[in-house]
């Protein structure tokens, strides 16, 4: 678990200026066994670029025993967790995100989403005994793959693209660039959270891939960006998912749907337990509108990039900045 000294505290950041207003029933929830479904969740990537998921058929067990396989790494000494490596940027962190200073109420382990490398990390953290962990993380990462494959052949169909599989093919090739992320926030009461409210466990940002699918415990804390700049709380369902969109579809739609600004307070009396699966495409990919979606005359608004250009400037970036500016056409930069 994180372990912060009270002056240590002094350099994490607080939220004051927000108002954020927790609404139950404005965010899209999308049953997947409904006919409707196509047509809702392009709905929901129009206004929100983000919405949750339910009739998802991941099955129960695999998000239980991941979560208790997580919890169990997270308690493990400081030394022990740092046998997985340094997130720089696959590994275990705590406190850094990224390498440009972004700091967070956090920590966490990060992990390509291949079954190979799992298993190599699980060795390394675990050593004779990896295989209740390696488990855990391959069978939820290919069941929330299928999962993510649904989605995204939705999203093809209610935009009316004809190959329904426009976007989940670029996550079937082999050498796609998925990533998977579990997060732990542990509770900040232990620093007097009266005092301090809203410390931020993970500051905001856009993720850069195509959609991303989160599921977390029944700890709150995820905040989504709504268009009109308003910060909105997401109470946490522990037994579905949520799905963001990110930069990549925010091109690829020619801006038509927006990647969500999103971001993760800490400042519960529980600690929160989030697992992210960010479906990415493979390095040479052209990041680039879709021609079906365009319209006649419509320009991209966007210079063409590959996706392995994108992940260079992301990680050159801060967390927080807006990624895509430099991508796009009418910039100066
Ligand atoms: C945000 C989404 C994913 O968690 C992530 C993050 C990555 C990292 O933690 O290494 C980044 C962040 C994320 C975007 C800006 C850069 C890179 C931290 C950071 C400051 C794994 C990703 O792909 O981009």
Not at 247 to 266: E, P
Not at 278 to 303: D, H, R
Not at 315 to 323: E, F, M, P
Request: proline residues 6%; hydrophobic residues 40%.
């Amino acid at each position: 678990m994180v372990v912060c000294s009270k002056p240590a505290l002094d350099t994490f950041s607080f939220i004051n200026d927000c108002k954020p207003t927790t609404f139950v029933s404005g965010i899209p929830v999308i049953d997947l066994s409904r006919p409707d479904a196509k047509t809702l969740v392009v709905k929901a990537c129009e206004e929100f670029g983000f919405f949750k998921v339910i009739n998802h058929r991941v099955p129960i067990e695999f998000m239980n025993k991941l979560e208790s396989e997580a919890l169990k790494f997270f308690s493990l000494p400081l030394l022990q967790k740092e046998e997985a490596g340094p997130a720089n940027p696959f590994g275990y962190g705590h406190k850094k995100i990224g390498p440009n200073g972004d700091i967070g109420w956090i920590e966490y382990i990060l992990l390509k989403s291949n079954p190979e490398f799992i298993i190599e990390k699980s060795l390394s953290i675990f050593g004779e005994n990896p295989e209740m962990f390696c488990s855990a993380v391959n069978d939820y990462i290919s069941s929330v793959r299928m999962m993510a494959f649904e989605i995204l052949e939705l999203l093809a169909e209610g935009l009316g693209v004809e190959q329904r599989n426009v976007f989940s093919k670029l996550l079937m090739e082999e050498e796609s660039d998925c990533l998977f992320r579990i997060n732990h926030y542990p509770p900040s009461s232990e620093v007097q959270a009266w005092s301090r409210p809203n410390i931020i466990g993970f500051g905001e940002h856009t993720d850069p891939q195509i959609i991303s699918v989160l599921r977390s415990n029944n700890t709150s804390g995820l905040q989504i960006c709504l268009r009109d700049g308003t910060w909105v709380s997401v109470p946490s369902d522990q037994s579905s998912f949520f799905i963001n969109v990110g930069d990549s579809l925010q091109v690829m739609t020619n801006g038509r749907f927006k990647s969500v600004k999103h971001r993760v307070l800490a400042n519960g009396m529980e600690s929160r337990l989030s697992m992210i699966y960010f479906a990415g495409p493979t390095l040479e990919e052209k990041i680039v509108p879709l021609p079906s979606l365009m319209k006649e005359g419509e320009e991209s608004l966007y210079k063409e990039f590959t996706w392995c250009e994108y992940k260079k400037s992301v990680y050159t970036a801060r967390l927080a900045d807006d990624r895509l500016v430099q991508f796009e056409k009418l910039s100066n930069c």
